[in-house]
């Protein structure tokens, strides 16, 4: 299955939407996206993964890099979703303890817009 994303700006907020699955073919072009994001100034961003279907290690490794490099860059990302085989994979893997999560992505933009005063998630 094929990756769809569509980049908006939410409040001043970076906010990458995710639909389908996340494996070794598709991650490529989410660190792309994410990369492209980051280089054009938007260090605050959210991955709205609530319509992706499956992810795996390829995925939180694109994840992975592009937290730090958001954080080094002033910012942070936060993750979206509310699936419970995701939630199962961040869990396993300890990730629900290092990327700023939420189940909806009002509050993860909200959370972001605060990133902005200088008090992103350690």
Known sequence: MEVQLQ???????????????????TSP?????????I???????VVNLLKTTYLDSTALSVLTA?????????????????????EKIFSITGLHDVFPVF???????NAARSWAKGSPKA
């Open 7 to 25: 980049r908006r700006i939410v409040n001043g907020v970076a906010v990458l939407d995710v639909a389908g699955e996340l494996d070794i073919y």
């Open 29 to 37: 072009k989410l660190k792309t996206a994410i990369q492209d994001l």
């Open 39 to 45: 280089s054009e100034g938007h260090a605050r961003l």
């Open 66 to 86: 592009a937290l730090k490099q958001a954080r080094e860059n002033g910012g942070d990302l936060a993750v979206v979703y509310n699936q419970p085989q995701i």
């Open 103 to 109: 189940h909806a992505e009002g509050d993860a933009v």
